[in-house]
């Protein structure tokens, strides 16, 4: 598996389970979670399942995940 700096193509992560929310709907505008070997977490749009995945540390997305538990990006529903 290639070494993931910051991003990658999706297709190129072979071999690793993505995931969404039991939220999602069904016309397929999800976000898909998967963890990496190296612990590392990749993101992509599932519209674009061969598109760019974008890798995180799980640090950075346990901060994201705490922030919208605690409601800081509501306002990004809002018009």
């Not at 919208?68 to 990006?73: I, M, W, Y």
Request: proline residues 8%.
């Amino acid at each position: 598996m290639p070494h993931a700096y910051n991003g990658m193509a999706a297709k190129d992560l072979q071999g690793v389970v993505w995931r969404k929310s039991r939220f999602s709907n069904s016309q397929g505008t999800c976000v898909e979670l998967a963890k990496l070997p190296d612990g590392d977490i990749a993101v992509r749009n599932s519209r674009f399942p061969e598109g760019p995945a974008l890798v995180y540390t799980p640090a950075e997305v346990e901060a994201m995940i705490l922030g919208v538990k605690a409601g800081e990006f509501d306002d990004l529903l809002r018009p």
